[in-house]
């Protein structure tokens, strides 16, 4: 089973950057092999995907974020990463990480952009 865990939120100002970090753990096969995706929920909000990354490294991005935010991994250490530049109050949210073809959430990771 795989467990994830997030990190990096917090507060940030308007046009201030924020990188988010998912560390995976547990019954790994291949970190490398895994589909990684964010998620957000605003409260009153469903969640939505925010990026996504495949085995192959083919990233999506939902339109909202595009060119703004960049997803990535390090094998190596079986870490996904959302570095997210320009944020705007729009982007505050609880952000989760996702193992894809298990289905397992992180325990999310607040980020809020005010000032």
């Known amino acids: 089973q795989v467990q994830l865990v997030e990190s990096g939120g917090g507060l940030v100002q308007p046009g201030g950057s924020l990188r988010l970090s998912c560390a995976a753990s547990g019954r790994i096969d291949s970190f490398t092999y895994m589909t990684m995706s964010w998620y957000r929920q605003a409260p009153g909000s469903r969640r939505d995907m925010v990026a996504s990354i495949s085995s192959r490294n083919y990233t999506y991005y939902t339109a909202s974020v595009k060119g703004r935010f960049t997803i990535s991994r390090d094998n190596a250490k079986k870490i996904m990463y959302l570095q997210m530049d320009g944020l705007n109050p729009e982007d505050t949210a609880v952000y989760y990480c996702?193992?894809?073809?298990?289905?397992?959430w992180g325990q999310g990771t607040q980020v809020t952009v005010s000032s």
């Open positions: 996702r193992h894809e073809a298990s289905g397992t």
